[in-house]
């Protein structure tokens, strides 16, 4: 691929081939050599735990070319950290918080040229995995793990970008059961997720919004990010423990406060949706996506959270100061950008 023909103000969040990936295999206890590679397939054994049981896990986060040219990659050791639980959840090997930074950061650079440019609104993502390695039939953790970092230059992930799309409540499927993995950013979770997503597409919602597993009273994830709402001037979000601790939620928390809006994490129910000012879906690929209006699909109930359709002025505030600090545009006062030399 010919990065000098890619059209970076029109992307989409879509896979792009670019010039390398970096990959580290787990054997005999140890972290081997990393090494960079260019071809786009893996060679694995049929019988890997990760075809068969499901030993993958991934993360996901983003570099992005700032004002003064500079490429930073956004929360990189937040994403570390959340992929050795990940690891840890599902009886993975961890993977040593060093290892997966320069992992990244040589991704970055050696495929430099597949940054976008400052200005266009799209990033670079960086989408690193781990396999479960090791081949066998009986019900048991892998002993070799591959560890692999690959990118592509994106654009939004809902087509709408920062317009709001409207999304449904659906009670028919669960993303994830109340004490299992949706903590962790395991594969599973987001196959678990495909036949609600597809029928929320079908039916023109951008996104399922979940509740809770157990009780089905409570807000839990919006499709493949967190989400959150307005309300009486305050940041509110679901929380759960089947919910994956978004790093951009965490971000967008700190930048409320920053601004003096009181955050509060904590159970919101369903029927609190009528008394919401603005809501919205978040996470690295998500950004801030806008909620227009939610749907009960099991009720009927229709909660009309953006009257003119416009994203909401917190939501819109908490937007720019997230780009502006990914961008290099105003300080990074929380020391979230790692800067790629
Ligand atoms: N929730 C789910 C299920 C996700 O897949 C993601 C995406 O990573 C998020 C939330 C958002 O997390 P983050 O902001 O760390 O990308
Ligand atoms: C992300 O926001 O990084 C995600 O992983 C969401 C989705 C593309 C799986």
């Keep these: 691929m010919n990065s000098a023909e890619l059209d970076w103000s029109n992307l989409g969040f879509g896979y792009i081939p670019t010039d390398y990936n970096i990959r580290c295999n787990f ?3 140890k972290w081997g050599e990393i090494e960079v590679c260019s071809s786009e397939t893996i060679n694995m054994h049929m019988a890997a735990t990760a075809l068969h049981y499901g030993q993958e896990i991934f993360e996901g986060l983003k570099a992005f070319r700032g004002k003064d040219g500079k490429i930073r990659i956004f929360r990189l050791e937040a994403n570390a950290e959340r992929i050795r639980k990940s690891a840890i959840g599902i009886k993975m090997e961890p993977v040593p918080v060093e290892l997966f930074k320069k992992m990244a950061i040589m991704a970055v650079k050696l495929n430099e040229r597949f940054v976008p440019p400052y200005g266009s609104g799209a990033s670079l993502y960086i989408r690193p995995i781990e396999l479960g390695m090791t081949a066998g039939i009986g019900v048991k953790p892998s002993k070799e793990y591959l560890f692999m970092i690959m990118v592509s230059p994106v654009g939004p992930y809902f087509k709408e970008g920062f317009k709001p799309t409207n999304i449904c409540i659906m009670r028919e499927f669960d993303r994830v059961a109340p004490k299992g993995t949706g903590r962790w950013k395991v594969g599973g979770n987001y196959a678990a997720s495909l036949t609600a997503g597809e029928r929320a597409h079908e ?3 951008s996104a399922v919004l979940y509740l809770d597993p157990r009780e089905k009273r409570y807000l839990d994830e919006c499709g493949p990010a967190n989400f959150f709402a307005i309300k009486n001037g305050r940041y509110i979000t679901p929380a759960s423990e089947s919910i994956l601790p978004s790093v951009t939620n965490d971000s967008l928390q700190q930048i409320a406060r920053d601004f003096g809006i009181e955050v509060e994490a904590r159970q919101i129910t369903v ?3 009528s008394e919401i000012e603005e809501a919205a879906a978040c996470g690295t690929a998500a950004v801030a996506s806008p909620v227009a209006e939610i749907d009960d699909l099991d009720t009927g109930m ?4 953006s009257k003119n359709g416009e994203p909401g002025e917190i939501t819109t505030k908490l937007y720019n100061q ?3 600090i990914q961008n290099g545009e105003v300080e990074d006062i929380h020391g979230w950008n ?4």
């Design 271 to 273: 029927e609190e949706l």
């Design 302 to 305: 229709k909660y009309v959270i």
């Design 27 to 29: 054997k005999d206890g």
């Design 338 to 341: 790692t800067i790629v030399e």
């Design 203 to 205: 039916l023109g919602y």
């Design 322 to 324: 997230l780009r502006a």
